[in-house]
Each structure stands twice: as structure tokens, then as C-alpha cells.
């Protein structure tokens, strides 16, 4: 199975803030990479696939980035509503595997 | 406007079973196939594995066979998730979450696009 590593697991930041989020898998996955994000007691909701494909109705702060073995997803201007788990997921070769998340947390 | 409705939360006793449905609205269940994702409390996502809703063919990820299974009845547009001798180490909430294929010049790049609200299912005597 493809490990996926999400290094930190979590990160505080200020509102305003640009924040990187790694991930990384344990081959290559070309860009066969997605970013979902979840706020407390709600269900998942995708933000970039393809590595670097902004999902329809997501604002223009998110950004992903990389191929291979190494991706980053990027909030440019962080707002108070970003405060959320980011997950990435390798959709390569089965099974789909999680990161294990990072929880961006107000600084 | 596509809507994935989850059943309620489960209490279940150690050894007992259950029926996790999942009603999509808003498409037919027969053009996308649907994810099964698991999340134990406190914990990260985890891709249990998908059914092809167009064959009824199920792909488990390894430590979701045996007693995990997933179903589809096209009369009502539903996906199930059934799991049996349940453990207390089952409880978590589990999600439904369409799948699809969405295209970037020549290539195609699997999503789960939209997700149910989630069934919280607790194992406990």
C-alpha cells in the first residue's frame, strides 16, 4: 500500500497568514493527488484534485502544488473560516489512502 | 442538485450487525460509484473502498474484508454499507461519497466529489 505522510500534524497560524501544508507519498503518485478539508462535526469536502486543480466553488486562496512523491496545498491569506483538518489522498492505486491530517489551528 | 442522505446513528451490542444506507438524490446512482470512508473517533479519514455502481462490484481496501459489505438497491437509488460481528472497535462514523472523474486536458483524476452527512455507528454492551 502507498503510505501517505502528513507532516506536522498540526500548525497554528494568525488570520492573514500564507500556510503550507506537506504531504507526502511513499512512491510516486504523478499527480494523483487530492486535498479535502473538515471542519468539526461535518463531513470532508474537496478542495484541489489532480495535485493542483482547484475544485469548482472554492476560493482562489487555495492552491495545490507538486507530482511525484512531494505535494503541498498553500492558503494564501488565511480567513477564520480555514481553521479546519486538511487531508490529502492518493488516488494512484488502491486503496485511496489518507494522510493522516494536519489541524491548522488559530495561533 | 446531487444529495447523498445518510440513516441515523446506530447502538449496537458487540456481535451484532448493521445497515448503514446512504439515498442519493439528484442523480441516478447508476452513472457514479460510491465510496465507503470510515472515521474513528478522534481520528484521521480512512478509505474503506468503493462499489462500482454500474456492475455492483465492490473493491474492499485490506482490513475491510470479511465482514464489511456493500450493496446497492438501483429500485431506490441507495448504497449500503453492512457490517457484521461488530466489534467495539467498529465505532466510528462512517460516510458515503460519490465518486467521479474529473478531467484536466487529456487526463482523468478520481474524486469523491460530494458526501453524505455521515452515520455515527457505537459498538458497546
Known amino acids: 500500500d502507498i503510505q501517505m505522510t502528513q507532516s506536522p500534524s498540526s500548525l497554528s497560524a494568525s488570520v492573514g497568514d500564507r500556510v503550507t501544508i506537506p504531504c507526502r507519498a511513499s512512491?510516486?503518485?504523478?499527480?494523483?493527488l487530492n486535498w479535502y478539508q473538515q471542519k468539526p462535526r461535518k463531513a470532508p469536502n474537496l478542495l484541489i484534485y489532480?495535485?493542483?486543480s482547484l475544485e469548482s466553488g472554492v476560493p482562489s486562496r487555495f492552491s495545490g502544488s507538486g507530482s511525484g512523491t512531494d505535494f503541498i496545498l498553500t492558503i494564501s491569506s488565511l480567513q477564520p473560516e480555514d481553521f479546519a483538518t486538511y487531508y490529502c489522498?492518493?488516488?494512484?492505486?488502491?486503496?485511496?489512502?489518507f494522510g493522516q491530517g494536519t489541524k491548522l489551528e488559530m495561533k | 442538485q446531487v444529495q447523498l442522505v445518510q440513516s441515523g446513528s446506530e447502538l449496537k451490542k458487540p456481535g451484532a450487525s448493521v445497515k448503514v444506507s446512504c439515498k442519493a438524490s439528484?442523480?441516478?446512482?447508476?452513472?457514479?460509484?460510491m465510496n465507503w470512508v470510515r472515521q474513528a473517533p478522534g481520528r484521521g479519514l480512512e478509505w474503506m473502498g468503493w462499489?462500482?455502481?454500474?456492475?455492483?462490484?465492490?473493491t474492499y481496501a485490506q482490513g475491510f474484508t470479511g465482514r464489511f459489505v456493500f450493496t446497492l438497491d438501483t429500485s431506490v437509488n441507495t448504497a449500503y454499507l453492512q457490517i457484521s460481528s461488530l466489534k467495539p472497535e467498529d465505532t466510528a462514523m462512517y460516510y458515503c461519497?460519490?465518486?467521479?472523474?474529473?478531467?484536466?486536458?487529456?487526463?482523468?483524476?478520481?474524486?469523491?466529489?460530494?458526501w453524505g452527512q455521515g452515520t455515527l455507528v457505537t459498538v458497546s454492551s
Open positions: 462499489i462500482n455502481t454500474n456492475t455492483g462490484n465492490p
Open positions: 512512491q510516486s503518485i504523478s499527480k494523483n
Open positions: 461519497a460519490r465518486a467521479d472523474n474529473y478531467r484536466v486536458y487529456l487526463t482523468y483524476y478520481y474524486v469523491m466529489d460530494s
Open positions: 489532480g495535485a493542483s
Open positions: 489522498q492518493q488516488t494512484d492505486s488502491y486503496p485511496h489512502t
Open positions: 439528484g442523480y441516478s446512482i447508476t452513472t457514479y460509484g
